[in-house]
Each structure stands twice: as C-alpha cells, then as structure tokens.
C-alpha cells in the first residue's frame, strides 16, 4: 500500500488542557539514514506526554512536537543504511516524540521485534516503560537477585513493570499504593507487601519488614516529601533513583546518613540521552527481557485503550491516577492493533 502524503497525527498548538489534544493533519515524514517509518498500530501514554502537553517537559533539540514516546506497528520505509530491518516487519520502538500519529520515525536501532505471542497493542506497552525501569533499577542502581526494592507508585506503567522484573530477577519488592484495589494489583504482580501510604509510614513499615536493615534500591517519582524517609528506608550502600520529581524537587535533608551509611542518590531520564546510549540500552533490554515475556512472564498490564481522536480522555485518566498500569492509544480501530 503506497504511503500517504498526509497523516492524522495529534500535535497541540500551544500548552494546555486535555483539551488541547485534538486531531490534525500533519504531512507524513519520510526516514533519513538509519532510520525507519512506522505505520502506527497503538502507543503507549506515559507521564512526559502529560508534562509536555502542559509546556513543562522541555523537549531535545528536533524531536517531533507531536506527543508519544513507544509505538508498535509495521515498518513501511527503510532509510540508508538500514540492514536489520525489512518492510513488512512488525515491530514495537522507543521514539523520541511522534508516537500520537498514523506513522511515525525512529531509529532503526530503537525497534525491537514484536515479542512471541504478544498483540501489537501489547508490544506497544513495552519500549519507554521497561527501559525506563531496565536503564534505572538495574543499570543504574545494580539490582541483584537477593536484594530488596521499595517502588513507589507501584500502580504506575513504571511501578507495575518494576515490580514484575525485580521480583522476576530475584528481588524482594515492597510498594506503596494509595488505595486497597492498586494493594492487591501489586501483589499480584509480586511485590512482597503493599503499603497504603494514606494509612502507613512507609518508612516505618519498611524498618518493620526488614528488622531495620533497609532496602537496597528506592525507586521513586514523588520526590520532596518522600526526600527524608526515602534515605532513613536505605541499607548500607543503598540506592536511591529518582526518576521524577510529581510532588517536588527541592527540599532540604541532613546528608550525613549518605556519607555515613555510603548511599548512592541518582536518577535519569531517557528521552535526552544520545541515540547511541538509547541503542545499548535496547540491546540489553532484548537480550534480558524478550525471553522472559516469550514465556508469558512479566507482561505489561493494560489498564485503558483509547482511540487517537480521545487521546484527551487518555490523558485526564493518567492526570487522575486511577489507572494500575498502561494507558494506551490505538491508531485505526481495523484490528491492527489486536493481531
């Protein structure tokens, strides 16, 4: 089929509301060396989507305006130089924008194939999710099997996935929710104890469940009031990653328990590193991962599907935070996204 000229993509005029978030038509972009186009089956919502929507997530330098982070679909032009890949391949990618559209471009080097047995819609859930959590909790904080993990947010994308693969490599997960429903979502995923954070200290609860040991990696998105009692859960040389800052990000501690207790405070975010170190990370996610979902293991969890044209609805559900795990888009209401 040839490939339009013309595309229906969501890309806001300026900053705003849900609202903003309407259909348009934008020209369909063509692959550049080493890279490849995609027909859009689905992709996924994640929080940057919501923040750039707002005007408060500053973008990298040539990044489409058009909102969305991973895709899944069917490459349908091929740049120079690109060998891995041929027209017809399905695939699910990390893209550094553009994902809110019928097609999209990436590096051919961010495409993964579609995991054995997952829909396109599934496969759609995976790329910025477990990178995110493969980049931070185990590339960044070194989690190894017999080790401990606290996940803030365990209901999130992010919370729900950390959760899956720490306790798949040998970890002990504990979580903090905000309700009975998102507790019971996360044991199922495996976390060892759910803690509801408007009924429970967590950190006293974390000192409770470890005999006052700690955990060895914090996984956190709220940032300021979780600051203090984040560094008292740690055990010696623990890990604290920062991976957003949803409530605050300057606040005021006495860091001595870091020198001390020799913990580590990091984070990152994914979508501002190069496209070589995005590539790696890819590489690594593949080599680690994709056999663990081909055997049905640490799937993504599929709260919500919209179509394109309501992605507005999408976003007020994430802004509400009563979702337990993915949001997702899907592109044309064909089946694409199912197979």
């Not at 900053?15 to 890279?35: D, H, N, T």
């Not at 709220?222 to 010696?236: E, K, T």
Request: aromatic share 6%.
């Amino acid at each position: 089929m040839p490939i339009p000229a013309e595309m229906t993509a969501i890309d806001p005029a300026t900053p705003g509301g849900p609202e903003v978030l309407v259909a348009v038509s934008r020209p369909v972009p063509r692959p550049g060396p080493g890279e490849v186009l995609v027909k859009v089956a689905a992709a996924g919502v994640n929080r940057p989507d919501v923040l750039q929507r707002m005007g408060l997530y500053p973008m990298p330098p040539g990044a489409p305006t058009v909102p969305g982070l991973e895709i899944a679909g069917t490459i349908v032009a091929l740049g120079d130089g690109v060998e891995r890949w041929h027209i017809g391949d399905a695939v699910c990618a990390l893209v550094a924008g553009g994902g809110y559209a019928e097609y999209c471009l990436t590096d051919a080097r961010h495409c993964l194939p579609v995991p054995k047995g997952l829909s396109l819609l599934q496969a759609a859930a995976l790329p910025e999710t477990y990178l995110t959590v493969w980049a931070n909790l185990f590339d960044r904080a070194r989690l190894q099997s017999g080790q401990s993990v606290l996940v803030h947010g365990g209901s999130s994308g992010i919370g729900i996935t950390a959760i899956q693969l720490a306790k798949e490599f040998g970890a002990t997960v504990y979580t903090t929710v905000g309700n009975a429903g998102k507790a019971t979502a996360c044991v199922a995923a495996g976390a060892r104890r759910a803690i509801n954070y408007r009924e429970e200290d967590f950190a006293a609860v974390i000192a409770q469940e470890t005999e006052g040991r700690g955990v060895d990696v914090i996984i956190d998105m709220v940032g300021a009031p979780y600051i203090v009692r984040n560094i008292a859960s740690l055990a010696l040389e623990g890990c604290l990653v920062q991976l957003a800052f949803l409530e605050g990000s300057k606040f005021e501690f006495d860091a001595t328990p870091v020198m001390l207790r020799r913990l580590t405070l990091t984070g990152s975010t994914l979508r501002a590193r190069s496209i070589e170190q995005k590539a790696a990370i890819v590489a690594r996610l593949q080599a680690k991962v994709w056999p663990v979902l081909a055997q049905g293991r640490c799937l993504p969890v599929i709260h919500a599907v919209f179509p394109l044209a309501r992605a507005s609805e999408a976003h007020l559900l994430m802004e509400s935070s009563q979702h337990i795990g993915k949001i997702m888009l899907t592109v044309k209401d064909d089946g694409d996204a199912a197979r």
